[in-house]
């Protein structure tokens, strides 16, 4: 399959020509043109792109598949101490192609239905989506990188010593910043 790395990914498409002849597209996708993107992250470097590759193929029954692979350097804001820290957000993911609500629902559950018209698809709206969906919902830097270690790590002493003095303090994990939102979800559950 011959590639051209550096060519910016083609926007539009006809989805079912490609994957009936088993097509691989791979291109750069400039992250300031994904407005949706570039508002959920911190920000990113002058021209950084995603890296996109995506594979299609049509599958036994005849169901057009497209399967991707993204990556984009972004700067996050890291939860615990607020400061921004370089991140690479990657995704792989398979999709399986419909025309209507109707198919979506036919579609069998390993596959995630992406709606397109009857003869195009907008690939960039696709990559977006799905870097949206990659994106950490809690970013934080490794613990001896972060600015703000020292001063949790003070406040967990002070929990320490509540926990000993009888003070509910929450579970012993407190390393996981998940672990208290696992809790509530759990609660939440009906
Ligand atoms: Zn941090």
Same mark, same amino acid.
């Given at each position: 399959?011959?590639?051209?790395?550096?060519?910016?990914?083609?926007?539009?498409?006809?989805?079912?020509?490609?994957?009936?002849?088993?097509?691989?597209? +791979?291109? $750069?996708?400039?992250?300031?043109?994904?407005?949706?993107? %570039?508002?959920?992250? %911190?920000?990113?470097?002058? !021209?950084?792109? *995603?890296? #996109?590759?995506?594979?299609?193929? /049509?599958?036994? +029954?005849?169901?057009?598949? #497209? %399967?991707?692979?993204?990556?984009?350097?972004?700067?996050?804001? *890291? /939860?615990? *101490?607020?400061?921004?820290?370089? =991140?690479?957000? !990657?995704?792989?993911? #398979?999709?399986?192609?419909?025309?209507?609500? $109707?198919?979506?629902?036919? @579609?069998?559950?390993?596959? $995630?239905?992406? /709606?397109?018209?009857?003869?195009?698809?907008?690939?960039? /709206?696709? !990559? +977006?989506?799905? @870097?949206? @969906?990659?994106?950490?919902?809690?970013?934080?830097?490794?613990? &001896?990188? *972060?600015? =703000?270690?020292?001063?949790?790590?003070?406040?967990? =002493?002070? !929990?320490?010593?509540?926990?000993?003095?009888?003070?509910?303090?929450? +579970?012993?994990?407190?390393? &996981?910043?998940?672990?208290?939102?696992?809790?509530?979800?759990?609660?939440?559950?009906?």
């Amino acid at each position: 399959m011959s590639k051209a790395p550096e060519a910016e990914l083609p926007r539009s498409v006809d989805p079912y020509r490609l994957a009936e002849r088993q097509t691989v597209l +791979e291109g $750069e996708l400039p992250l300031e043109k994904l407005s949706r993107f %570039s508002e959920a992250v %911190s920000g990113f470097g002058e !021209a950084a792109v *995603c890296q #996109v590759k995506l594979s299609f193929s /049509q599958d036994s +029954e005849r169901r057009r598949i #497209v %399967s991707g692979e993204l990556e984009a350097p972004v700067l996050l804001e *890291c /939860q615990r *101490c607020m400061t921004d820290m370089p =991140a690479l957000v !990657a995704s792989r993911f #398979v999709l399986g192609l419909v025309t209507s609500d $109707e198919q979506a629902s036919q @579609l069998p559950k390993e596959l $995630e239905p992406f /709606q397109t018209d009857d003869f195009s698809a907008d690939l960039w /709206q696709m !990559a +977006e989506d799905e @870097l949206l @969906l990659a994106l950490p919902p809690f970013p934080l830097h490794e613990r &001896n990188e *972060c600015p =703000a270690t020292p001063e949790l790590e003070a406040l967990e =002493a002070d !929990a320490d010593d509540s926990e000993k003095s009888g003070v509910e303090a929450g +579970e012993t994990e407190k390393d &996981n910043p998940f672990s208290v939102l696992a809790g509530l979800r759990v609660k939440k559950k009906h």
